[in-house]
């Protein structure tokens, strides 16, 4: 009926075809310029900015070797010979050796990357295949604001800068929060995101986690991937002048935290993430245009439960209740309930992964070690220990749910996280918001993805590459 109805428009209108072949013309000069925009991107703009950054990270390099020598020398390592020594001096120069070479490896792929824009700019420039009837197949509608369910659609697909293709790999993902270590997903996420056959339908986030998720959503909708890359660079890098804060600074504050509480130290309520979450995220336009699906997680102060904000409901401060810790933070109160920390609860949540969203792949992005061999014997150990099974018990019971119950069904899991690295930063680094120190992070983050990559890529959309009832059980 709407057919018909739509026919009887087109003849009634003498100036139809005059205008549809305006629009033609006008949306082939839109999508010429897109196209050329995407080649001076891809061969001129990217290798710029990965030149741009090598002096950076050829710096953080450094200072992580020359750190590790000077500890070395204050711990009496180098009285007892240079194997001894020997270790933490290795460890950064080979952080230096994976900043140039992740450099280089950038500037390398430059040729690639301009093939690739020409072939957008080829697909761009050739107009779309006719109907029968020879009226084009994406017309475009009457409204902006009216937009139709395949209209909409395809607004999401340019906003996310590749097309959902069928031959397409998607991924749910699962991003663990842990404070500042959430730098390591940073780099996570920006290398995956640097792989133009994966698409992204999910994003359950908690604390850190969450942050990650709202900034990853905002990029891809404003810039595509490389919007949401150069988003998740500028937030990660404005939280160091926001919260300058050493490992002295932090354990200072930490021991604040034990004699008073944040209604007693902070009266006013200031968070200073607050302002940096607001220049990032414009949750307006996020909650009516989001490209995947967000999962925040919180906890309810009353019963403890869980509770899941979702992207069409999402503003700052349910975003900052995710990332409210108890000893530092007031309770972020919504409509009457005061919520603190989703980890508490979840971190993140899984089944909401499994529940709503179609993609069978789960990645799993951790922050703190599945399994720790020793028992910690000293008092900071066992306080360490104490928070992280805190924070993790309630993922742990959900993934051993999920493995025992089968609950996954055709769900398949997957797994990155450095539990070496993690293993040897104590809980006062969750704190350390030092530009050097995060862009550590986000170096062994982007090497670790790019490891899971080459290892499991072709196993997207065909079998996990983890036994979650072996990893949680």
């Known amino acids: 009926m709407w057919r018909n109805a739509r026919r009887r428009q087109q003849k009634s209108s003498p100036h139809s075809a005059r205008s549809g072949q305006k629009r033609h013309a006008a949306g082939w000069r839109e999508r010429l310029c897109a196209g050329l925009r995407a080649v001076w991107r891809c061969g001129a703009v990217e290798?710029?900015?990965?030149?741009?950054?090598?002096?950076a990270r050829c710096a953080a390099g450094l200072r992580t070797a020359f750190a590790a020598l000077r500890n070395n020398r204050r711990s009496g390592a180098l009285a007892r010979g240079p194997r001894a020594a020997g270790g933490g001096l290795r460890s950064g120069l080979a952080a230096l050796q994976r900043s140039?070479?992740?450099?280089?490896?950038?500037?390398?792929?430059?040729?690639r990357r301009a093939v690739g824009g020409l072939g957008d700019l080829a697909r761009r420039a050739v107009p779309r295949r006719r109907g029968g009837n020879g009226a084009r197949r994406d017309t475009a509608p009457s409204h902006p604001h009216s937009r139709s369910a395949p209209a909409a659609s395809t607004a999401i697909e340019r906003s996310f800068g590749a097309s959902l293709a069928p031959g397409n790999r998607r991924l749910n993902l699962a991003l663990q929060g842990g404070g500042a270590h959430g730098a390591f997903t940073w780099g996570v996420l920006d290398r995956l995101l640097e792989e133009r056959k994966l698409d992204f339908e999910g994003v359950s986030g908690t604390s850190a986690g969450a942050m990650n998720a709202a900034v990853l959503a905002q990029g891809l909708m404003d810039g595509g991937r490389e919007g949401a890359r150069a988003a998740l660079g500028s937030f990660w890098h404005s939280v160091s002048p926001a919260l300058p804060l050493s490992p002295r600074a932090s354990e200072a504050a930490l021991n604040l935290?034990?004699?008073?509480?944040?209604?007693q130290l902070n009266p006013l309520d200031v968070n200073p993430l607050r302002d940096t979450v607001e220049r990032h995220v414009d949750f307006a336009a996020l909650r009516r245009n989001s490209p995947v699906k967000l999962f925040i997680a919180a906890t309810r102060v009353r019963s403890g439960?869980?509770?899941?904000?979702?992207?069409g409901e999402l503003d700052c401060d349910r975003l900052l209740a995710s990332a409210c810790l108890p000893s530092v933070h007031r309770a972020v109160e919504i409509d009457g309930e005061a919520y603190w920390d989703g980890g508490f609860s979840a971190n993140p949540a899984i089944y909401p992964l499994l529940e709503d969203c179609r993609c069978g792949d789960n990645l799993l992005v951790l922050l703190q070690p599945v399994d720790r061999p020793q028992t910690p014997r000293s008092s900071e150990a066992i306080a360490e220990r104490i928070g992280e099974l805190s924070f993790g018990s309630a993922f742990t019971r959900e993934m051993q749910d999920i493995a025992r119950r089968g609950a996954g069904g055709a769900a398949r899991f997957h797994l990155i996280q450095d539990e070496e690295l993690m293993r040897g930063?104590?809980?006062?680094?969750?704190?350390d918001t030092?530009?050097?120190?995060?862009?550590?992070?986000?170096?062994?983050?982007?090497?670790?993805?790019?490891?899971w990559l080459r290892r499991h890529r072709r196993h997207i959309g065909s079998r996990a590459s983890i036994d979650i009832g072996k990893l949680f059980g």
């Not at 290798?47 to 002096?55: E, F, G, K, M, V």
């Not at 439960?305 to 992207?311: A, D, I």
């Not at 862009?439 to 983050?445: K, P, Y």
């Open 305 to 311: 439960s869980l509770v899941l904000f979702r992207e």
């Open 425 to 431: 930063l104590d809980r006062r680094s969750k704190y």
């Open 47 to 55: 290798p710029a900015q990965t030149a741009a950054r090598l002096p």
């Open 434 to 451: 030092r530009r050097a120190f995060l862009d550590s992070l986000f170096e062994a983050g982007r090497q670790q993805a790019d490891a």
């Open 100 to 111: 140039i070479g992740s450099a280089c490896r950038g500037l390398l792929a430059t040729p």
């Open 257 to 263: 935290t034990r004699h008073f509480s944040p209604y």
